[in-house]
């Protein structure tokens, strides 16, 4: 993979790329943490379509302000991103908090947004409050793979525990819920099976509330799919371009809000 820094709000930007054929497919990582949990999915998408994967402002390898941004702000930066990187038109993938920043992005600035692909979607409704999403992330641990961990420590150190608070923080009090209804482009909703964080009932609300939206859930995963499952998961977001956007581009713009299970 290539890697890339342009100058967002005088400060550098940090992002890695598997070039391919457009569209181009733009992962944002979730709430402390940085790319490094999307690479090998970049590297996998990166056969069939020109795949990136940015570090928002504090997080990784991009600088950030002293006070942490709030979720409003670091979705501005992800557009200003694009615009200095020259990109429209391009497929945001959000994993967990990234699904939270890449929704805000769709919702206020929509010329910018072909579609989106939210994977393992936070925060549910259901479940909005520190001590449930703590059990709940203890739950799900498992199901990860403990190669995990010192990628997560690491950006935990890179962050720090400020960022790292105040994305989480972010992530609690935003409604997803109430934007949603509001995204009007193609979605894709995916869900690790064995995902402690997002139950399937939360993401087929998700699906329900989106105007063009679907749901596939994939096995033997939990809730870090594009680590755990990443050349399946760029097998879904391949036929997704294929199918949902293909059909948007000829005029069908209806999408099944059915139910997808990936091999």
Excluded at 66 to 81: C, G, H, Q, T
Excluded at 92 to 98: K, T
Excluded at 179 to 198: I, M, N, Q, S, W
Excluded at 234 to 255: K, Q
């Amino acid at each position: 993979m290539q890697s890339f820094a342009v100058t967002v709000e005088g400060r550098p930007m940090v992002a890695w790329r598997s070039a391919g054929r457009a569209p181009a497919v733009v992962c944002i990582h979730g709430a402390g943490v940085s790319s490094r949990e999307f690479r090998p999915f970049v590297e996998a998408l990166g056969h069939h379509h020109d795949a990136w994967t940015v570090d928002l402002p504090g997080f990784g390898a991009s600088a950030g302000p002293p006070k942490p941004l709030d979720l409003r702000a670091l979705a501005d930066a992800v557009a200003e991103w694009l615009s200095a990187v020259g990109m429209d038109q391009v497929v945001l993938l959000g994993g967990s908090f990234g699904c939270q920043v890449a929704v805000d992005v769709a919702v206020r600035h929509p010329a910018r947004i072909a579609g989106l692909v939210l994977v393992g979607p936070t925060v549910d409704a259901a479940a909005r409050g520190f001590v449930r999403q703590l059990l709940r992330w203890m739950r799900n641990s498992p199901h990860e793979q403990l190669s995990m961990l010192p990628l997560n420590l690491a950006d935990y150190r890179d962050a720090g525990m400020r960022r790292v608070v105040g994305a989480f923080s972010e992530s609690l009090r935003d409604r997803i819920e109430d934007k949603l209804p509001h995204v009007l482009v193609p979605t894709l909703v995916v869900r690790g099976a064995e995902d402690r964080l997002v139950p399937q009932e939360w993401a087929e609300e998700v699906t329900r509330f989106l105007p063009a939206g679907r749901l596939a859930v994939v096995p033997k995963s939990g809730h870090m799919v594009p680590y755990r499952r990443p050349g399946l998961l760029a097998r879904l977001v391949t036929e997704f371009l294929a199918h949902d956007l293909g059909a948007i581009g000829s005029g069908d713009g209806a999408l099944s809000k059915g139910r997808k299970r990936a091999e």
